[in-house]
């Protein structure tokens, strides 16, 4: 009997190991586009040099940082994808070329890569004559833009593809940010802000490709959502709720694209903890159910929607 228990306790155990196992996911070193560099001088020492090497330095941490804050993958230092890639004499050319995503995802034991190019990053200082004071302010405009893909290694596809293009201008800062908060800022804390809003971007948009936002739990008006705080989750901030319907089938391959989707209600987040965030329903046209999708629901107006049910990738 004893020994029952505890080969009993043993398989136990051992079904938690397997249970909280992530997927490993590694961010290749990004391309930058020839000729991006900024270096601009300010008042008073207030200087920003950004080299290439700088700029993909920052922007891949920034990327890591959201990601492992994420709590969805494991996520791998650079340190060790420089060391296999060093170790296997392989240069940008090599695993930069198409179709040997899933060599290098295996040499990294990876379930997923992320590949991408820094296509554009302006950073400008516009000076403004005040007549009334007699002061000189500075404007500042700066736009990122970055165009990412994300590959399944054990399959060799690209599961997601996207591009984000992220503006910076000074003015929306100030209504972001208190002036007790950004008083003293220079133009590397202008620089470190776009960085994050553009890594956070690609990384939601990462996370909306492979494990999109769903309900954990539901009590009365009350939601629970499987991401947290660390991973760009908003107080204030408005999601659609999808039901999952019917695969979409393509009718050439015969493969399996996803499923189509149904909105079922709009839930708004109340609170986030460090791995979920609390909801309450705004509004709903079916009772909601575990594990359906929630999207952010932009600002923007759209036009209408198609008539055909939109495909979701496969989850």
Do not use: H
């Not at 391309?31 to 300010?42: A, D, F, L, M, T």
């Not at 941490?61 to 494991?74: C, G, P």
């Not at 302006?122 to 700066?142: C, H, M, S, W, Y």
Request: proline residues 3%.
């Amino acid at each position: 009997m004893k020994k029952l228990f505890v080969l009993l306790v043993v398989v136990g155990w051992c079904g938690i190991v397997l249970a909280a196992e992530k997927s490993t996911i590694a961010v290749l070193p990004f391309k930058v586009s020839s000729g991006i560099e900024v270096e601009i001088k300010g008042q008073g020492g207030n200087n920003l040099r950004l080299t290439r090497s700088i700029i993909l330095r920052e922007f891949s941490n920034q990327l890591n940082v959201f990601l492992a804050k994420s709590r969805k993958f494991t996520v791998m230092d650079r340190e060790n994808i420089s060391k296999v890639m060093n170790e296997n004499k392989l240069t940008e050319s090599d695993w930069a070329k198409p179709g040997q995503e899933q060599k290098v995802g295996k040499l990294l034991v990876a379930d997923y890569l992320v590949n991408g190019t820094i296509n554009r990053l302006d950073f400008q200082v516009i000076r403004q004559n005040i007549q009334i004071t007699g002061e000189i302010k500075p404007r500042i405009v700066a736009t990122f833009k970055v165009q990412f893909s994300v590959t399944e290694v054990a399959t060799g596809k690209m599961v997601f593809a996207d591009q984000v293009i992220e503006k910076l201008k000074s003015v929306d800062v100030r209504r972001e940010i208190p002036i007790s908060e950004r008083k003293d800022w220079i133009l590397a804390d202008y620089k470190d802000l776009l960085f994050e809003k553009t890594a956070t971007k690609v990384g939601n948009a990462i996370l909306g490709g492979i494990f999109p936002v769903k309900i954990a739990s539901i009590s009365g008006d009350s939601v629970v959502l499987n991401r947290g705080a660390g991973a760009g989750i908003i107080v204030g901030q408005q999601y659609r709720v999808y039901k999952l319907g019917a695969s979409v089938i393509d009718p050439d391959t015969k493969e399996v694209l996803g499923s189509s989707e149904e909105v079922a209600g709009v839930i708004v987040i109340t609170a986030t903890e460090p791995r979920f965030s609390k909801a309450r329903i705004v509004s709903k046209k079916m009772e909601l159910q575990n594990g359906w999708i929630c999207r952010p629901l932009t600002q923007k107006v759209k036009n209408a929607a198609p008539a055909y049910p939109k495909a979701t990738p496969g989850w």
